[in-house]
């Protein structure tokens, strides 16, 4: 979704919006612009496209020179991509850049046309502009005409804003969409996200919500709606500049594949204690959990599906009943739910919308809420009852990969936690569990190392493929789910994921020699059966790729190729077998030539239902 960024100091300022943008690109976009001011005037520049299409136009057109601006990517919401459409936008003195929906949009509008003020875009963003504009003529504070302004909207935003007669002073407010303040020697920074200003400082203080800031070279000052100074506590990003890089990888999703032992050390090792795990830095103590009665597991995309190999994990060995929810579906369906109750989000970005507004629904009916969440400050962690944070480090592809990995990675935290507290298993079994997950860092590495190799060759064989089907049982089957999302989202193949024992329901009439099957089979108790199910798809011509442990003795005439993981405890085995299924989606996306990763409509962060 949309990326803002804005900066005060001593450099130029164009460079310095670009280059921060550029880190947002993750996120997704359409369009790009800055303002600037130039000798106390704000220079606009802006241009539907990517950000070298912003260069080369300001290359041409001539790039906006000052030390003080905001910028801005936009993921269309409201009116087309276009270069009207583009942010910032303005009111008579007033230049914005916003990111969020504004819900009351269309009466403000109304309002405003009848005071006789006249629109260029199609934006819910020029209406906060205009109405901006329109208090501060009357009201000549920007503070008091900012919370004046915030106290008529609806929705959420973020806003990074310049007033024609305060040069080099960048105004910022948040309600419900992300930002941050960037605190530099002699410069400072607002940002989407802590990623776009890593270059130039770690040190950031987070807006709550409706507060204003104020940034000039030498300072930041931050007010509530009463017009109060806040004390804000500054924080210290822990990651340097390689973590939001390439490093030499050609895409940050390759990257982020590799970076996945790293990543479940720096999630698992802290939280063991004793060779047992330790969440009660998290809030969550075995007492706690004892009481627990039914745990709902409420989340979007991947973070859902990290959810589905969780509920197998938790009902299996913790014998306690899960329920997973995609949250847009559980938000709207009155869920069944009150005090006793856990209900379980989780989230890398922290911030999507339908995920947090699940969390708050859970907590006005009383449940309990435990987060699992990757970006630190944001807000789904910061209102949750309980937080478990994934230390995986920024992720900027939009294909989440090691986000999932540390998921998992908390699911089995939380499940051997759980099932000790309840009794399920014993302190030996919970022992073991526990250091079969600390051995997960170095299998995953091996698994990426041996299994690379044929993934590329198997995404060879996927790449004129029209649609196909992953199938798998059990865990296998959960783990599928991501699977199929991983290889749709980036290579644009369709695909869906079966339950293996469901294809004869319905499914199996799809099948021909054009439908290649990828199944996961890796669960002894389930094994011939499974196999039996690929047996029948192979009997009508499909191509199988099938997925299993080394030890398998997989007969002939079962697969057309087959990719074996290493043995491993089996209930971890998600953990090494989702490496497989994200190099074959990577290496099929990059042999289409698409655009790993910022794939086509996607946005990293769905901060709008
Ligand atoms: O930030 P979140 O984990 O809440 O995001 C949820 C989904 O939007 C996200 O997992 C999405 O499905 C990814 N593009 C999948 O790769």
Redesign the pocket.
Known sequence: MCGIVGYVGHRDASDVLVSALTRLEYRGYDSAGIAVFEDGVINVAKSKGKLKDLVEKMDKEGKPKGVAGIGHTRWATHGEPSDINSHPHSGARVTLVHNGIIENYKELKEFLIKDGRRFLSDTDTEVVAQLLDHYYNYISDPIKAIIRTTQDLRGSFALGIVFENYPDTVFAVRRESPLIIGVGKDENFIASDVPAIIKYTKDYYLLEHDEVAVLSADGVKVYDTHYQPVVKTLKTADWDVDAVGKCGYPHYMIKEINEQPTAIRNTVTPRVKDGMPNLEECNITPEALRKIRNIFIV??????HSGMVGKYVMENIARTHVTVDIASEFRYRDPIIGKGDLIII???????AD?LAAMRLAKQKGAQTLAIV?AMGSTIAREADMLIYTHAGPEIS???TK??MVQLAVMYLFAFELAFAKGTIDEEKYKYYTSKLLETPDMVQRTIESTTEIAQKISTQLITADSLLYIGRGLDYALSMEGS??LK?ISYIHSESYAAGELKHGTISLITQEMPVIAVATQSALYEKTVSNIKEVKARGAKVIMICKESDDVPGDVADCVLKVLDFEEILLPMLVCVPLQLIAYYTAVQRGNDVDQPRN?A???TVE
């Not at 989340?299 to 859902?304: I, L, P, R, V």
């Not at 989230?347 to 999507?352: A, D, L, P």
Request: aromatic share 4%.
């Open positions: 989340a979007c995309g991947t973070a859902m989780v989230s890398q970005s922290g911030e999507t995920s990757n939009v294909a989440s986000a999932y999302l991983k989202e996607l990293k962060s769905v």
